[in-house]
């Protein structure tokens, strides 16, 4: 056997070959370093967190094709990439023609709609700004207008349309590690086994092995969840109460259904701002109310407990907390990531202190009353 160095021992393996095991300060050195990289390189996350998420969704499809077939993993990954990118060409050629139309008006005409919404709201009245008395045709042009100006200091339409490129670039790249994710799943999530001690390792795949079924049935569920959104928004209020822009409303409503509490606020608080634009008489506003409180009482009480399973059983006080921390370190991938964050580390921590995965389904413990 080697002699440890430093203060660091050194385990037996099995094989005979001597394996030197790393301090707990070593470890948690590794681990902040890795974080502090993550941060730093936060900026091109998202296409990486994107394609790793929908990979790991269809990797069992992909095994299972391939044994069905007999056929290489390879074959499989390569035709799952295929029907994948054959939908997303799909849904674009589908969707895209119906934003464009909805969503050219509603630029064009941006005074007329900010006027119109700020009528519903003081009607024929003046309101007093900062000084400035203004009605509701003032406050719609003055929007207009601190838009214009917005976007025509410092370059920001320069920067929005280098955001439209980079944009363009990311779905590229988002498709090539798609690809690379489906074929090479397997050795990727055994190569990140090489971030682990080699005497935890054993450890991380039992944690890993808990830990699969209920990530994947939470990104399945994120998914029926949107879609459900989307298409409930649509009926509601495209078909049923007839809104302008219903199709942007339907998608907006179903993406913002990621974020908790503020996503599906600011999804209804949009649809409203059209529906009073819209609104005929009181029964019109009467009518978006009911079909809000139908909407957020089926996705909650409903789709979400039914799809999400133990995803659905954090706190919603720890799902809030973990969005709103990702988001500040991490953008739009963090929030992506916060639930299975903090999934993660429920599971790692039931492993570690070998008690149920869900300590709240189990009956409480009787206290001893001799103590």
């Not at 990954?77 to 054959?86: H, T």
């Not at 459900?228 to 822009?245: I, S």
Request: net charge positive.
């Amino acid at each position: 056997m080697n002699k440890p160095v430093g203060n660091e021992p050194v385990l037996e393996e099995k094989s005979g070959k001597s394996v030197k095991s790393i301090s707990p300060r070593t470890e948690m050195i590794v681990l902040i370093t890795i974080a502090v990289f993550l941060y730093l390189v936060r900026v091109i996350l998202l296409p990486f967190v994107i394609a790793g998420a929908v990979a790991f969704v269809c990797a069992p499809a992909v095994d299972w094709l391939a044994a069905r077939l007999s056929v290489p993993r390879w074959v499989s990954a390569s035709a799952m990439f295929v029907l994948l990118l054959g939908l997303a060409i799909l849904t674009g050629s589908i969707a895209g023609p119906v934003l464009l139309d909805e969503f050219i008006p509603l630029i064009s005409d941006l005074g007329g709609s900010l006027t119109r919404a700020a009528r519903h709201v003081i009607g024929d009245r003046t309101v007093s700004i900062l000084g400035h008395t203004m009605n509701a045709s003032q406050l719609g042009q003055a929007a207009v207008d601190g838009i214009r100006g917005w976007l025509g200091q410092n370059g920001e339409f320069i920067s929005l349309a280098r955001m439209s490129f980079k944009g363009f670039f990311g779905v590229i790249l988002l498709f090539v590690l798609l690809l690379y994710f489906l074929l090479g799943g397997p050795r990727l999530a055994n190569g990140m086994l090489w971030l682990v001690p080699p005497n935890q390792r054993s450890l991380a795949r039992s944690i890993r092995a808990a830990l699969e079924p209920i990530l994947r049935r939470y990104f399945i569920g994120i998914a029926v969840v949107v879609t459900y959104a989307a298409a409930a928004a649509y009926v509601g209020l495209g078909l049923v109460l007839g809104l302008n822009h219903a199709v942007f409303l339907a998608l907006t409503t179903g993406v913002l259904e990621i974020v908790p509490v503020a996503g599906p606020a600011l999804s209804a608080g949009l649809a409203g701002l059209i529906a009073i634009q819209t609104a005929t008489g009181i029964g019109n506003i009467v009518a978006y109310t009911i079909y809000a409180i139908a909407l957020r009482l089926s996705i909650d009480q409903l789709i979400a407990p039914l799809v999400l399973g133990h995803a659905a059983q954090l706190h919603p006080v720890q799902i809030i907390f973990c969005f709103l921390a990702g988001g500040v370190l991490f953008g739009i991938p963090g929030v992506i990531l916060a639930v299975p964050t903090a999934l993660t580390i429920k599971v790692v921590l039931a492993t570690l202190y070998a008690e149920p995965l869900n300590e709240a389904d189990q009956p409480p413990r009787k206290r001893n009353l001799s103590a």
